[in-house]
């Protein structure tokens, strides 16, 4: 008896990667995790082979897998499996207490949680504070890949599972926001969310097959996927997966494994930059780098491009994908401090946060965001979904300013922005100007409540090892490119800060945190 075919997979569907990669260069090597080569032929036909296990074991399109890993080849195989099956993966944080980890299983709910040797106590930590039992296997060879878990073991449904295609509008990767306004949302993105998204990347980095890409945000953020490797994936670049950033260790992966090209926060570049090897080490083969998460200090600018290194540098949020705006490396010094302007295939409007009214030209308003690469929505959380979207409009809730040549320059987080004295203030714009005195390492910057101007900032300073810094002198130090009323009324000197998962300072936990600090105060006060 006949059956009927199966419809085709959409034509976005990021399973069809792998496939005609396979074909048209086998033998080109896809992964290099820790000196352990993935050809494209190996990586496509484990993904085949463990999306056809998790089919036949009763998984249904839809159907959410959870991962508890450091960046790795297993866990490049398991989303592409997932790809091909219809599944999605939710990639969650290493770094997590198990509290918060138990927080993010209740929201995600997944069938399965594929846990790496490595952080199975942490696992097993978060498991014990749940209500029900959550399923756990193994990553990799001696563990999912061997032999997946029946859906009926699992308790579900037995009958078998209708055979469905991947189609475009279906979720493929479910990724928590970095939480840096308190608690983290689950972000779904869809197989067309994430083909756009590269497809916009690629009229602006030009990847290939000969490049090699140093992979090191983690691959619990968008950026461990849609910066970079997804596209080098794409393409038939080879990707070098590194599990945590080490400066010393970076450095000498960009001189061994001749690397092309890479992707960081400023952070990162300022660590490459202050270690010992830094002008030491052959950068020769490394033609671009990528800089998200914040602009890059002019000064660490000019570091870079004296060792010939082109920056990109762009703004994004998960929920858009996560790329938004790209700043050339032609434009890197003419517009420095600028975020850039849209990718391909991505719409923008500046809008009043007080009056809803778009503002044509240049103007200072809310970013919003629009596009294939924009989410539907939060996972089961109409609420926090209705908050940001507006129609196809994403509200990214960042001020910015545009200018007559559409460049964007982004100020704060609208909410991060305090009224001193009745005068707006935005904490980033503080915050860059302490970064460029020579003694500062890293600054952050909160309004916080004042009798006399309402409220006032109060900067966390951490300083270089071997330099020094009194408040008077950082006050001093503002004051020269500062109105009086953005210079910091507070400074606290602390030994470091609280990062999210990719480096960039959480102000809500700062917030939180504050009177745990360790601390040295002083006091800067200015003339009512």
Known sequence: METAAMPPAGLHTLGRWTTDRALTSPERIAIDDRGVLVTYRELDERAEALAAALRAAGYAPG?????????????VIAFFACAKAGLVLAPLSWRLTPAELADQLVTADPLLWIVEDEFMALADSARALLAAEMPVVRMGHGGLELEVPTAAGLGLDAAPVMARAPQDEDPLLMLFTSGTEGTAKAVQLSHANCFWNNLALSRTLDLTSQDTVLAVLPQYHSGGWNIQPLLAWWTGATVVLERTFDAGRVLQLLAHRKVTTMMGVPTHYLALASHSSFASTDLGTLRVAVVGGAPMPPSLLRTWHARGVKLVQ?????????????????????????AGRPYPHVEIRVVDPATGAILPGA????????????????????????AV??????????????????YIKVIDRIKDVYISGGENVAPAEVEQVLANHPAVAEAAVLGIPDSTWG???????????GTHADAQQLAEHCAASLAAFKVPARFTFVDQLPHTGIEKVSRSRLRSRLPRLPEHESQNRRTP
């Open 63 to 75: 159907s959410l897998l959870a991962t508890l890993s450091g960046n790795s080849a297993e866990q």
């Open 314 to 338: 762009g703004y994004g949020l998960t929920e858009a994908g996560p790329n938004v705006l790209c700043l050339s490396a032609e434009d890197a010094v003419a517009k420095s401090g600028y």
């Open 363 to 386: 103007g200072t308003g809310e970013l919003q965001v629009a596009g294939p690469s924009v989410f539907s929505g939060y996972f089961r959380d109409p609420h926090a979904t209705a």
């Open 389 to 406: 979207l507006s129609g196809d409009w994403l509200r990214t809730g960042d001020l910015v300013q545009r200018d007559e040549q559409g």
């Open 455 to 465: 409220e006032t900032g109060a900067a966390f300073i951490v300083l270089r090892p």
